[in-house]
């Protein structure tokens, strides 16, 4: 309650002399206030190297490196508009690389080109790719390039409205003083160093459909005089303190001259364009999928809006419900007293629809099992819905430590669910082989299979209906290539090593698919 209190009272502070003082000390700092205000256009090159913390092999194991990538980005203070032209360098989920081109207005975003492995129906047909970002994605640009933007500092100066005290931000014994900054709702905690009066870190309060209530900061340092003023060449994000993308800033020039056109977003895309999104927002999924590249742009981060009107259940048979229409989909097992369900993708608004989906269809039966088949983001997002009501959650060998920390942390921030339980008294089953979980009706095995994606997979099997349950590592349905890649051979290793014999599996990605299908590649 003190902690909440305190914060009222910083939020509704104005612009003390104290916070004044820091900020136009780090725009002399910077160069000046007149070094900045003559600044109309500036043209930045530089490098980019991100990994992704959720996409471990062992549950909160090392980050995978995800990609390189060089940028160069021309922005016309003027017009309000940018463009940023990227070549990445993908290492994960597999090597290929996006060449493309961004273009950020203050009322639409617009990418040309290929960016993702998860494209959205627009994308996919327009000829060259293309399509508008979405009204997320736009507000999550934004809200990035306002972090790293000098013109931050002029326009705190001149506004001192938004600008408030901030407790002090100590890293590594250092205290630094910081101040809040507040522009199109979004809030940032800017702390100055000391001793140069530059800035050092700028701070925003972000929600991870994993670790809960996040930190997400840029830390600048390794300042140079380039372009006329001051510029942070290497440049940090820490999520909670650990670095996972690394910046270096190699080329800044002022006052280059900007075709028109190329800041100009085609007329027929931003027709139909969506204005920035608003409000309490998953900006960490939005970043952390374009990290690997299999971000969807889209209004609702399950499935695209614009291509289909949301999730819905398939069914696969009596009892048998496949939760798809997104991106990620869910399977819910009915049995005699209660419900399984195989993981929890996205975030929680996504369980939420599950859950609903499941009292409509199978009244009320509580969830007593969810089967997670490992711990990646993109699959587990939507825990916390469920440990809310007191499911169970099934989880290979080891990984319960992980998911126990998981649910201790704070998830005040969570766009989806109120912070209204304490989670750190959930159960929890840990497969080492095989699990059977049966009502003496049906019965619903789990595997664990050994794989190269990741540690302690699980593959979910019903023996009566002959039916696999798998995630990540082949999406039933989806195109397969001329031969099994190392994921799919694991699933084929797993059946033969339990000696099952499943007809079908459904996916956490794509739909069902005949198993034969599968086999049918071996040995091509
Ligand atoms: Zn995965």
């Keep these: 309650m003190l902690l909440l209190a305190s914060l009222v009272v910083v939020s509704g502070a104005t612009a003390s002399p104290r916070s004044d003082n820091l900020v136009s000390k780090a725009v002399q700092a910077l160069g000046g206030e007149s070094a900045l205000v003559s600044i109309k256009t500036v043209a930045v090159k530089g490098t ?92 999550t640009t934004q809200r990035e390039m306002r972090r790293a933007s000098p013109m931050t500092f002029l326009d705190m100066l001149r506004n001192s409205d938004r600008v408030s005290d901030a407790p002090d931000i100590t890293v590594g014994g250092v205290s630094y003083p910081a101040v809040n900054y507040t522009a199109n709702g979004q809030t940032f905690t800017v702390a100055f160093d000391s001793k140069t009066n530059l800035p050092a870190r700028i701070r925003t309060q972000d929600y991870d459909n994993v670790w809960g209530d996040v930190t997400f900061d840029l830390v600048l340092s390794d300042w140079h005089q380039m372009g006329g003023r001051q510029v942070a060449t290497s440049q940090q994000y820490q999520l909670n303190g650990r670095t996972i993308f690394e910046r270096k800033i190699t080329d800044v020039q002022t006052n280059v001259a900007v075709a028109a056109d190329r800041l100009m977003i085609p007329a027929e895309v931003k027709a139909s364009a969506p204005k920035p999104a608003t409000g309490n927002l998953h900006y960490q999924w939005v970043i952390r999928r374009q990290v690997i590249g299999t971000y969807l742009d889209s209004d609702n981060p399950s499935f695209d ?66 089967v997670l088949t490992h711990h990646h983001m993109d699959h587990v997002g939507g825990l916390r819905a469920y440990a809310a009501q007191g499911t169970t959650i099934v989880v290979g060998k080891g990984a319960a430590e992980h998911f126990r920390r998981v649910l201790a942390a704070p998830y005040r921030r969570n766009p989806d669910l109120p912070a209204s339980r304490d989670l750190t008294g959930t159960q929890f089953i840990e497969v080492a082989e095989k699990q059977v979980l049966t009502d003496g009706q049906r019965e619903v095995v789990v595997y664990v299979a050994e794989n190269p994606h990741a540690h302690a997979m699980l593959i979910g099997y019903l023996p009566a209906e002959r ?26 290793a797993t059946v033969k090593r339990f000696g099952i014999t499943p007809l079908k599996f459904a996916g956490g990605h794509g739909s069902t698919a005949d198993y034969a299908a599968l086999v049918a590649l071996e040995g091509k």
């Design 467 to 492: 039916l696999g349950f798998v995630t990540d590592l082949w999406s039933p349905g989806a195109p397969m290539g001329p031969t099994l890649n190392p994921n799919q051979a694991a699933v084929i």
């Design 305 to 370: 809006a614009r291509a289909t009107s949301g999730l819905r259940l398939n069914e696969l048979g009596p009892g048998i419900q496949h939760v798809v229409g997104g991106s990620h989909n869910s399977l819910i097992v009915e049995m005699k007293d209660y419900l399984i369900v195989f993981d929890a993708p996205v975030n929680d608004a996504q369980s939420n629809w599950t859950l609903d989906a499941a009292r409509q269809k199978f009244g009320a039966k509580p969830v007593k099992y969810l």
């Design 48 to 139: 980019m190297r991100q990994w992704e913390p959720e996409q471990s092999v062992l549950p909160g194991g090392d980050m995978r490196l995800a990609n390189d990538s060089t940028f160069e980005i021309v922005v016309d203070y003027g017009a309000r508009a940018s463009r940023t032209d990227v070549v990445k360098n993908f290492v994960y989920p597999f090597p290929r690389t996006y060449t493309f081109s961004e273009i950020v207005t203050p009322d639409a975003g617009y990418v040309a080109g290929i960016d993702s492995m998860g494209r959205t129906k627009q994308s996919m047909e327009s000829n060259p790719p293309a399509h508008a970002m979405s009204g997320l994605r736009l507000a």
